[in-house]
Every structure is written in C-alpha cells, then in structure tokens.
C-alpha cells in the first residue's frame, strides 16, 4: 500500500508553477538588500489612522513609496521583452496577494498619482476580487514591479522570484526593534529589511542600486511626498 497520494494541482498552483520556472530558468536575478529605518513611517501611519476611519496599511504608504520612485527613475520602468526594452508610460505596481490554492497578483494604476487613501481603497477592492475569485484578467495582468510582503507573518528576510515580464520585485519584512548606533550611542530602533530581486538583462546593479536608496530615503522621510 502506498504511503502517498497524488492528486491533480489546481489550475492557479499549474500556472504558478509554469511562470515561476520559466522566471529562474530564464531570466538572470540579481538581489541587492537594504535596512530602513521606519520610525517616521510608523508615526505617519498613526497620523493616517488617527481618525479611525480608515485603516491605512504599511503595503499601501509603500506602493505609493514605490510609485513615486519609479516615476523619478523612468529607466527602472521598464520590461525586456522579445529582444527589445519596452518602456511604460504609466507606474502601475502588483501586491502578490494569498489565495486560495496560491498567490495572485493584482495591479494597482498609477501609484504615483493616486493619494494613500486612493490606493488603499484600490488594494482593498482587488483583495476582495482576488480571494472572491472575482478578479478580472486586465486587473492581474502587467504593471512593472511587484511588491511581496510577509512581514506580518513575523518573517524578517526573505527574497523574492521575478513575476515576469517584471524586471523588479521588492520582498519585505517584519519591522524589528534592535540596537542601533546613533551619534554614537546605542538606542532602539525599529528596522526593516528589503530585499529587491532584479532582471539583469534590462537592469544594472548600479541602477537598481540607486533606486532602492531613493526608496528608503522616501520611506525613512514620508513627508511631505507620502502623505
């Protein structure tokens, strides 16, 4: 008597793993990681939810973060596809999402234009079509970078595999309270590890280099552009 069973896999779970082994077998990753410092983003969520109203989350103030970095830095926007660099117009970002039987990810448009409020009202109606089973091809499709957080699941590192034909995908952790040296003299401070996994065929360590600097200063200094 067999000690297993097998049984068919999902259709989401077959298409996640046709896209994730073409990610490694083709495309060549580079990872570049950084540590922030996210004092100052805690104490702008508080300001945000200060009202009860809403509840502005850490993926929403970081999809913005992101947007707004990705329109300073138009290179990094970009896809290598079929031998060419295809450039986008808009600064669209993916949030992978868990479901049932797997991961989606959804798109949210324009993140750098939309306000927080905008992009948490988007992100909460695309997690309920996503988890609904609601979530329509356009909405799952494109944009150029995907954020991954796992952070509430008390992960703190991690890294993350390219969503093709996206050149970046940032992974992020738990924010941790540890020792830090500050003028020289150790204090707590409350950390958070990103990890940005990139497409050496379009993007260079220097260029992804520069942009996730540009994106911890946003992160560690949220205003005004944040809010």
Do not use: W
């Amino acid at each position: 008597m067999s000690d297993f069973t097998d049984e068919k896999a999902p259709l989401l779970r077959r298409v996640i793993a046709k896209r994730m082994l073409e990610s490694k077998k083709t495309i060549p990753h580079f990872y570049l990681s950084i540590d922030v410092d996210v004092h100052n983003l805690i104490e702008l969520r508080k300001e945000f939810n200060a009202d009860g109203a809403t509840k502005i989350s850490y993926n929403d103030m970081m999809l913005k973060a992101i947007g707004l970095t990705l329109a300073e830095h138009p290179e990094c926007n970009v896809s290598f596809v079929d031998e060419m660099i295809r450039q986008y117009k808009n600064v669209d970002v993916c949030l992978a999402v868990s479901v049932e039987g797997g991961l989606l990810t959804p798109k949210v448009t324009d993140c750098d234009k939309k306000s927080v409020f905008e992009i948490n009202a988007a992100v909460q109606e695309l997690i309920a079509k996503a988890r609904n089973k609601r979530l329509r091809p356009k909405e799952g499709m494109g944009g150029s970078f995907t954020l991954s957080n796992l952070g509430m699941f008390a992960i703190e590192d991690f890294i993350a595999i390219l969503n093709p034909p996206q050149p970046m995908i940032l992974a992020v952790g738990a924010i941790r309270e540890l020792p830090v040296v500050e003028d020289g003299k150790i204090t707590v401070g409350q950390r958070m590890k990103m990890n940005l996994s990139c497409d050496h065929r379009v993007l260079d360590g220097a260029m992804c280099a520069v942009f996730l600097t540009d994106l911890k200063k946003t992160l560690e200094n949220p205003k005004p552009s944040i809010a």
